[in-house]
């Protein structure tokens, strides 16, 4: 079962974390602006080193272990179950062909999506597409 530390566990979580070891934190995402993305990934984070006034463990790029946590935090010591990495690749999404198809495409194929790529994105064929929206005379 993963560790998990709450923001307000700030000081606990500098005092026990390992060196050099990942730490995990939940990214939340727009859904509104972004439909295709998840609501939820995580980051991984890994600290290497010791802030000098303080002794609190700090990542490559200087931040604090105590401000990461407090502002991230939850910080995990396994990544999150059911969530995928930020850094990893995004879900495929609007594939022409469907989620069953498997084998190699032809050049003829090939040809016949890249048709129905470019007759499906043409602005003059989309409904309100191709008109020129009317500007007001007050428009900089």
Known sequence: MPKIWKPSDAKRFCRELELRRPYYYVNTHDTKHNPYEDS???SEVVFTDRLWPTNNPCTDGGYSA???CQNFGPMYDAPPRGLRNLDGPAPQVGAPL???YSGI???AEIRGLDKRVLSGSDPHTRPGGGK???RSRFSW
Do not use: A, F, M, W
Request: net charge neutral; hydrophobic share 15%; no cysteine.
């Open 40 to 42: 939820k990934t995580y």
């Open 66 to 68: 105590h401000t990461l």
């Open 98 to 100: 469907g989620n069953d």
């Open 105 to 107: 495409l032809d050049e």
């Open 132 to 134: 020129p929206k009317k």
